[in-house]
């Protein structure tokens, strides 16, 4: 059982190293344009050349081949470095979000989704993300879910800006 917990907080930190890098030091809840992106955020320069890196490549078919589509209806609790909290029928779920996101032909960061009124704390959102399984147990189950699609309470959508596209 320790081993089984042992083994997930590793796959949680090992996932969470290479899909949640990016840091969100600046705050402004202005859209940016993709070249100011590229430009200003160094960190959108690594996320380009993810091609080029094997052990990227490695990680995602492996997630590509261990996950599943799933669509989650909840309450926005909140929103914290990339993780956006959900309540759901049977209690909370936590859901990965990129960074950069489209909204109404525009590309923002992450936490303007909750500064610019797109997600509001209490009101139901619909999630679109990958589940992918880490561990299995009979009496537990440890996963992690990939957001690349939000649509709130007023039917607008937001789409994830990723180096590939996901369609379910």
């Not at 914290?80 to 032909?105: F, I, K």
């Amino acid at each position: 059982m320790m081993t089984g917990i042992l083994v997930a907080i590793a796959a949680t930190l090992i996932f969470y190293d290479t899909t949640i890098v990016a840091t969100q030091t600046d705050t402004s809840p202005e859209p940016y344009g993709i070249a100011n992106m590229m430009s200003e955020h160094s960190w959108i320069k690594q996320e380009c050349s993810w091609r080029n890196d094997f052990h990227c490549k490695k990680r995602w078919n492996w997630i590509s081949s261990n996950s599943e589509p799933v669509t989650i209806d909840g309450t926005v609790v909140g929103l914290v470095r990339n993780r956006l909290a959900l309540d759901v029928e049977d209690g909370q779920v936590r859901v990965l979000l990129p960074p950069v996101w489209s909204v109404d032909m525009g590309i923002i960061r992450v936490k303007a989704l909750l500064d610019n009124g797109f997600l509001v704390q209490g009101e139901n959102v619909t999630v679109k993300a990958l589940k992918t399984s880490l561990i299995a147990e009979e009496d537990y189950s440890v996963y992690i879910l990939f957001g690349y699609e939000l649509i709130n309470s007023t039917d607008s959508h937001a789409f994830a800006v990723l180096p590939f596209n996901i369609e379910s």
